[in-house]
């Protein structure tokens, strides 16, 4: 059992460094589009139009209610 709950770490260790990088590489691309306009190319701009999309689709319920999981997450991991 302890070899298999390692193995959980460590592979939740990765998962969350892979997570970290790929917002990172979001961040980096709207920090491109909002340096270049325009200009920053097909990509970059491509990839503003999703992360507006999808922002524009996510409701101010959504929002309150993954607030509320994460709460209660953090809550319970505490106690």
Do not use: C, H
Not at 34 to 49: E, K, T
């Amino acid at each position: 059992m302890n070899k298999i709950d390692k193995y959980l770490v460590q592979l939740r260790l990765v998962l969350l460094r892979g997570a970290e990088s790929m917002g990172l590489v979001l961040v980096v691309l709207i920090l491109v589009y909002l340096l270049l306009g325009a200009a920053s190319g097909d990509y970059v701009i491509s990839v503003i139009a999703n992360i507006s999309l999808f922002i524009s689709a996510v409701t101010p319920q959504a929002i309150i209610g993954a607030a509320i999981v994460f709460g209660l997450v953090n809550y319970l991991q505490k106690k």
